[in-house]
């Protein structure tokens, strides 16, 4: 009896306990946010420290050879500098739940915007990159490594795109393009 007694204290003094909640990004709203939608191989990174906001972060810039412009292209530059956030920096490492893992000769589908000083982002982080897969012949996409657990909405990108041969997809890119 003295046990649930103390566990009940203890749950009685608890404060409230927060989370984040990650929606699904619709199919029209990721194309509409990104600047272009790339079939790229990212060939290089580097990290190095960053001011974003007023908070100084870890980023890592990532080279990607552009293979194809699938949709929305407003640049025919054969290369693009990717910034996602974390990476480590001598002995200091920092995470970012929910970001995109573009990792070296790995081919992906890349929802792309403009950030500051020349840079390129991934739109909706991990939401806007789709690793490809080599499967039976066919370039298969699949779902970001670095993809958090999301709510889904109507029209999820995610659901859409992850799964599917890289033309269905090319094809479901372009028509959600149309005005």
């Known amino acids: 009896m003295g046990l649930?007694?103390?566990?009940?204290?203890?749950?009685?003094?608890?404060g409230p306990a927060f989370g984040?909640?990650?929606?699904?990004?619709?199919?029209?709203?990721?194309?509409?946010?990104?600047?272009?939608?790339?079939?790229?191989?990212?060939?290089?990174?580097?990290?190095?420290?960053?001011?974003?906001?007023?908070?100084?972060?870890?980023?890592t810039i990532t080279r990607v050879r552009v293979d194809e412009h699938i949709a929305r292209s407003k640049t025919s530059s054969s290369e693009v500098m990717v910034r996602t956030l974390g990476g480590r920096v001598g002995k200091i490492g920092q995470l970012v739940h929910g970001?995109?893992?573009?990792?070296?000769?790995?081919?992906c589908m890349?929802?792309?915007h403009d950030a500051e000083g020349g840079l390129s982002t991934v739109t909706a982080m991990a939401q806007g990159h789709y690793p490809l897969?080599?499967?039976?012949?066919?370039?298969?996409?699949?779902?970001?490594?670095?993809?958090?657990?999301?709510?889904?909405?109507?029209?999820?990108?995610?659901?859409?795109?992850?799964?599917?041969a890289l033309e269905n997809a090319a094809r479901i890119v372009r028509e959600a393009d149309k005005p």
């Not at 649930?4 to 608890?14: K, P």
């Not at 897969?133 to 029209?155: C, I, R, Y």
């Open 4 to 14: 649930i007694g103390a566990g009940t204290a203890v749950l009685a003094g608890a």
């Open 20 to 59: 984040t909640v990650a929606r699904a990004v619709a199919m029209s709203a990721l194309v509409k946010q990104s600047k272009s939608v790339v079939l790229g191989t990212p060939l290089s990174a580097y990290s190095e420290w960053a001011e974003i906001g007023d908070t100084r972060r870890i980023v």
């Open 99 to 107: 970001e995109a893992e573009l990792r070296s000769s790995a081919p």
């Open 110 to 112: 890349l929802f792309i």
């Open 133 to 164: 897969l080599f499967e039976a012949g066919k370039k298969m996409l699949q779902k970001s490594p670095g993809l958090a657990k999301l709510v889904m909405t109507p029209d999820a990108a995610i659901e859409r795109l992850a799964g599917q």
